[in-house]
């Protein structure tokens, strides 16, 4: 009867390594969610500093790129002035 009833039955020392193992997990899954968090917040900061990067290039190429009158053609260049 003692072989029997030990047979279907969990010691203690297995629990108590099934529960560390499964701590061991827990734990792991705690630091990978932290860290994922940490890399989303990063990565949101980069975003919008591209976002804000691009839309200044917009910017400074339309500026430099505008169309050429006769007004703007002949006044002197802010180089040529501040050269001489």
Do not use: K
Request: hydrophobic letters at 50%; proline letters at 4%.
């Amino acid at each position: 009867m003692n072989r029997r009833a030990r047979s279907g039955a969990f010691t203690l020392i297995e629990v108590l390594i099934a529960l560390v193992v499964l701590g061991v997990g827990v734990m792991a899954a705690v630091q990978l969610q932290a860290t994922s968090l940490r890399a989303s917040s990063q990565a949101e900061g980069i975003q919008d500093a591209t976002l804000v990067a691009d839309a200044e290039l917009d910017f400074r190429l339309q500026m430099s790129l505008s169309p050429v009158t006769s007004a703007n053609c002949l006044a002197p260049s802010p180089r040529a002035t501040s050269a001489a």
